[in-house]
């Protein structure tokens, strides 16, 4: 059977590679993903077959117009396919790098690195995003095992290794309604156990209508734009928009204070991008989107990794490349969607310019005039943009003086 010809993107663009599918060895009660599962019933094997993994590799390669390529290894646990899945990998990426610059980043919950493990991660300089949400009171509030034990030693003990190894590594804590509540002992964890490069991911999940639970699933779809009827109860784990915003506003007030140039938080990042004028390197907090894109164990191409329905899927890396499935009409109308769909309430905000609408998954609120279509977190990033806003622009005047960021820390401590 011929193959289908490899088609350029035409832009560069990022796939959230799910190698295991939704398959994990934790059962952390916020996670979205679990249920997946129940979109491929009767699979039988959930590792990604070497004809699935050799075909995605030389596409992602060669469909990228770009001269570095990243690949973001993801799961459920990516840890659970063992080390040789990623030698293969690896071995693959070089087969068909084709002189261009190939680099790895895995998401993984920690609780299986061991030396082999970190000796792989080392020697093919993976950046590891490792996943912990607090010290060990929070983290294991809602980050159990599938026993419902507590994870928190565990995940340290695969830091260890990581450090013992001298592992690149970065955190990702997901902000729920727990951890939400102490920010800055979230925050001065994360520094003190070596954490130099911090995200925090808001965790907004609509608990699902009655028809969906009658179908076996706990989380309802995120909303199509265009949506009227998008008013939903989110989940007891969700955090308070209002309380997301001051989660964000004393991390940063103690960041901009002390540890700019040391500490780095991917959204303090963004927003100085924002404020540069250079926009959102993002997807969250671009004006569209569309360019983030989830391939799944089997093949299958889904539009993002929130929007893994089977409306959203663009087809499988064994029948068409990836770059006819970014260009297709209904990825370009996805990605465009964001913008369109944005509430009146939104367009005229003051801080559009920095938030867009955020995530079109979190858009499911109606606007003070009864528009649909308004971000959950509105309230929280209408506080936390228009608060930094003026060490925002400091921040962007050194720069563009040619002078570091990290000078405002001395200039407030003058005042």
């Known amino acids: 059977m011929s193959q289908p010809p490899v088609i350029a993107a035409g832009r ?3 796939v959230l590679t799910k190698p295991v599918g939704p398959i994990c060895n934790l059962d952390c009660k916020y996670c979205f993903y679990l249920e997946k599962e129940k979109m491929y019933p009767g699979e039988n094997s959930w590792r990604m077959s070497d004809a699935v993994l050799e075909k995605y590799v030389s596409e992602y390669i060669d469909s990228q117009p770009v001269a570095e390529i990243n690949f973001a290894w993801q799961g459920g646990e990516p840890t659970l396919l063992g080390v040789e899945f990623f030698r293969k990998a690896v071995a693959l990426q070089k087969k068909f790098a084709d002189g261009k610059i190939i680099s790895n980043a895995i998401q993984t919950n920690g609780t299986l690195l061991d030396d082999e493990w970190c000796e792989f991660l080392a020697a093919e300089r993976f950046l590891v995003g490792l996943s912990v949400d607090g010290p060990a009171d929070l983290h294991d509030i809602y980050r159990v095992d599938k026993r419902q034990q507590p994870t928190f030693d565990k995940v340290m003990r695969g830091l260890e290794f990581l450090k013992k190894h001298r592992v690149e590594f970065n955190t990702l804590t997901v902000v729920n309604r727990a951890n939400s509540q102490q920010p800055l002992e979230v925050y001065r964890f994360l520094k003190s156990i070596g954490s ?12 699902a209508t009655v028809d969906m639970k009658a179908a076996g699933f706990d989380f309802a779809a995120p909303p199509l734009p265009g949506e009227t ?8 784990w969700s955090v308070e928009a209002a309380q997301h915003g001051n989660f964000l506003c004393a991390i940063f007030d103690e960041w901009v204070r002390h540890d700019v140039g040391n500490t780095f938080v991917q959204l303090f990042d963004v927003a100085l991008g924002n404020w540069l004028g250079v926009g959102s390197s993002l997807c969250v907090f671009a004006e569209k989107c569309g360019s983030a894109l989830a391939i799944e164990h089997n093949g299958d191409l889904y539009s993002c990794d929130h929007y893994v329905y089977p409306q959203h899927k663009l087809g499988n890396v064994l029948n068409h490349s990836l770059g006819s499935m970014l260009r297709s009409p209904q990825q370009i ?14 367009r005229e905000c003051a801080v559009r310019f920095a938030c867009n609408g955020e995530c079109p998954k979190h858009r499911f609120i109606n606007t003070p005039d009864g528009e649909a279509g308004l971000n959950y977190l509105c309230p929280a990033y209408k506080k936390f943009f228009n608060h930094i806003d003026p060490h925002m622009k400091m921040m962007a005047w050194l720069l563009q003086n040619q002078r570091a960021p990290v000078e405002i820390m001395a200039l407030l401590a003058e005042k």
């Open 196 to 207: 130099e490069f911090l995200q925090f991911i808001p965790l907004v999940e609509r608990a």
């Open 12 to 14: 560069p663009f990022h």
């Open 333 to 346: 109308r996805f990605g465009n969607d964001k913008l369109d769909a944005l509430p009146k309430f939104c």
């Open 229 to 236: 009827k998008t008013a939903s109860a989110v989940t007891p």
